[in-house]
């Protein structure tokens, strides 16, 4: 009797969602369009990264080549959002990668991913807005920090030196925006981000006018002297240059490589897209364009400016802080820092945007399954989720008020990384599930005889989709293995030694296996209106990119990351499990739930046999 009770209960935690649920109907109003999902993708990606990672990335890591590096990283990073747009095309609902996990391999994956992806939009939310705080005081002169430090000073450890209460207030003020409505707070967000698009116009444009690419062949020599000059020498014998070894690649493609992995973030936002599946016109068409287009676009945007910069003025000489300022008092053109400075509060203003629109639809999507409190379901009568924005904002803004969140924003990645990962993995699964009709005892048959995996059945079955989801998890436990193994014995492979030779061609030879393994098994005929190309090399390929990096993070994120899931795990076996509704649906309960208008929609919640 245990035994089966313990069964049950392992069931329970891998039970998944249908894609159209018995009586689940969208309270949400479909007003938004292809263009107010491409604004909202660039607005939230194309924030203010692009006024200070090019600065920072050419001056230390990558010197002109950091246009190469933004290639590499738009190039993974395009591999994540291939995968949010079928998903997009195929789960046109709210919920991005939560409920992706969800229909795919079940409910407390679901559950891990959603908490997840409110880590990253709580922390994001909250440093963008001490960013946005800190950008306008430096404009006005430092007068609001200063006045705070003097009269409300905290110092104790962990906390902010002081309360920004301009950064709380700005967060419950576009929370009230939200609240409002989707429509009215798209208008603002796509006024901003032309705003910054036409900035970002006129730094191009200036840096090619006024740029010289003499700048891109700069001489070991000159970087020695510039080095010599640094450290006040008056003599150049025997210094070595610490700006690289000049030219295009002045610290040598690994520099270039390095730079990548933190471009690679400049690229983190267009997931909020995949969040608005309930609000959009023709989700099938319009999401899959809005994430793809809005990635091109911040691409040409990000690379463009970088060329720019490095044009303008020796990467070795750019201010890590505020380069284009910089940059154009180098040229000659000091009062167009003003420009600068508008389009970086545009660009954060998008940003911060971009991160609290996401945040209720996951919590509201989270609570309408039942796995989060039942109130955070309420929504307006123009179909805005009320309660959880106004919640989430609240959050945010007392993180913005009290808290360090230096420390902190490493914990995002960790968030963000988990659910491109998982999003990923679930589109392996999906391709290769079968059809409700597409198991026959003649193909079953087939694909248990010995070897019959070598020659897999023309169409799916229940078996092909089981062999291939065990190929699946077997593939991400090899990546995570070859991982660890280049993060932590990376001296080892640079120094060519065998032990780490051979790790490292042991599992990239078995990744290689699974990879033909899962390649000659038959996919679903199902069609979508976008689907993934390269299967299975490129939603294993975006796996690997994003385990790597989120095994670059140091011990201390992860220890913080360990409590943050420990509470979330806390919630999930003390509500979600009981509170499932997908749960109580496999039951044949029937469950009351409110909607906008304060309506009851009675669910007769029947048994899925499929």
Not at 296 to 307: E, G, K
Not at 391 to 408: R, T
Request: glycine share 8%; with cysteine.
């Amino acid at each position: 009797m245990p035994c089966g009770v313990v069964k049950s209960f392992l069931v329970s935690l891998s039970r998944r969602k249908p894609i159209e649920p018995d009586g689940e109907e969208s309270t949400f109003n479909r007003c938004l369009t292809t263009l107010d999902l491409i604004a909202l993708g660039v607005g939230s990606t194309l924030g203010a990264g692009v006024y200070v990672l090019s600065g920072e990335v050419a001056r230390d890591t990558a010197g002109p080549s950091i246009i190469i590096c933004f290639f590499i990283a738009a190039l993974a990073s395009i591999f994540a959002g291939l995968c949010y747009a079928e998903f997009g095309s195929r789960v046109p609902k709210t919920g991005s990668a939560y409920l992706y996990s969800y229909v795919t391999v079940g409910e407390l994956l679901a559950f891990i991913t959603g908490w997840n992806l409110l880590l990253s939009y709580v922390i994001g939310t909250s440093s963008v807005a001490l960013a946005w705080s800190g950008t306008f005081d430096d404009l006005i002169g430092g007068v609001i920090s200063k006045y705070f430090e003097e009269n409300a000073a905290m110092g104790l450890p962990g906390l902010a030196v002081y309360p920004d209460v301009f950064a709380a207030g700005l967060i419950l003020l576009l929370s009230g925006v939200l609240a409002f409505g989707v429509k009215e707070s798209t208008t603002i967000n796509k006024i901003f981000t032309a705003i910054n698009i036409l900035v970002l116009l006129f730094v191009i444009i200036s840096g090619f006018i006024k740029g010289d690419i003499s700048n891109w062949e700069i001489s070991e020599e000159a970087l020695i002297n510039a080095t010599a000059q640094f450290k006040n020498l008056s003599d150049t014998a025997n210094v070595t240059s610490i700006y690289g070894v000049g030219g295009f690649f002045p610290y040598g493609f690994s520099g270039t490589l390095a730079g990548a992995a933190t471009c690679f973030y400049a690229f983190v936002g267009f997931d909020c897209i995949a969040t608005t599946g309930e609000e959009v016109k023709n989700p099938q068409k319009s999401v899959p364009v809005g994430i793809v287009a809005s990635l091109l676009i911040c691409f040409l945007a990000y690379f463009a400016v970088s060329a720019a910069l490095t044009l303008m003025m020796p990467y070795y000489l750019l201010n890590e802080k505020s380069p284009l300022p910089v940059a154009f008092e180098y040229v000659g053109w000091g009062p167009a820092k003003y420009a600068v400075a508008v389009g970086s509060l545009c660009a954060l203003s998008t940003s911060l945007l971009g991160s609290m629109f996401p945040m209720p639809r996951v919590l509201f999507a989270m609570a309408r399954d039942g796995l989060l409190f039942q109130p955070l379901t309420k929504v307006t009568a123009k179909g805005s989720p009320a309660v959880a924005t106004i919640s989430s904002g609240v959050v945010a803004a007392i993180m913005a008020l009290l808290f360090d969140l230096e420390a902190l924003v490493e914990m995002m990645s960790i968030g963000t990384l988990f659910a491109y990962t998982l999003v990923a993995i679930c589109i392996l699964i999906l391709r290769y599930q079968a059809g409700p009709s597409e198991d026959t005892d003649l193909q079953i048959k087939e694909s248990t005889t010995k070897f019959g995996f070598l020659k897999a059945p023309s169409s799916p079955n229940s078996v092909t989709a089981k062999r291939v989801t065990i190929l699946t998890i077997s593939s991400v436990v090899c990546v995570v293995a070859l991982c660890v193994t280049l993060t932590q014995g990376i001296d080892a492979v640079a120094n060519a030694e065998a032990w780490s030779l051979v790790l490292v061609c042991i599992f990239s030879l078995i990744l290689l296996l699974i990879l033909a393994f899962i390649w000659i098994h038959p996919q679903n005929p199902t069609r979508a209106t976008f689907m993934v190309p390269f299967l299975p090399a490129l939603p294993l390929l975006s796996t690997f990119i994003n385990v790597y990096l989120m095994v670059q993070l140091g011990s201390a994120t992860w220890m913080r990351y360990a409590i943050w899931m420990l509470v979330g795990l806390v919630i999930y076996f003390g509500y979600g499990v009981r509170n499932s509704i997908q749960g109580k649906r496999l039951k044949g309960h029937q469950t009351n739930i409110e909607t906008v208008s304060g309506k009851t929609d009675m669910e007769i919640i029947k048994e899925d046999r499929l």
